[in-house]
């Protein structure tokens, strides 16, 4: 139970860091449309003007998309009763396949919002 909790309340402060940096980009550049996004940084990509904000970016990302070091919700227990044992075949194959889904996403977003496209 207590992990769980801790679990959420881990994944609560992801999201709150990614919105809060993703705030930051659209009251930069005063939208919400990405491609205006896009269109803006023909000069210069956002991650030359504000590489810090991009690093955090990227490391957000790590957190969000349970990379390593940011998996201990996963982590919890060792690998023999690990969240991942009751799944099998097709089933594990379905879930990593979201897992990879979810980061493909996160990269298409990191690319659109800071390397200009």
Do not use: W
Not at 75 to 92: I, K, P, Q, R, T
Request: aromatic share 18%; net charge negative; hydrophobic share 55%.
């Amino acid at each position: 139970m207590l992990g769980c909790f801790r679990a959420a309340a881990q994944f609560i402060s992801f999201e709150i860091l990614l919105s809060t940096i993703f705030l930051i980009v659209f009251v930069l550049f005063s939208c919400f449309n990405y491609e205006l996004i896009v269109a803006h940084q023909r000069k210069a990509a956002l991650v030359c003007c504000f590489p810090t904000l991009a690093i955090i970016t990227l490391f957000a990302f790590f957190m969000e998309t349970n990379r390593p070091p940011f998996d201990l919700s996963e982590a919890e227990s060792d690998v023999v009763a690990g969240y991942n044992v009751e799944y099998g075949g097709m089933l594990f194959g379905l879930f990593y396949l979201g897992e990879y889904l979810n980061l493909f996403a996160a990269c298409t977003m990191l690319i659109l919002v800071f390397c200009a496209g």
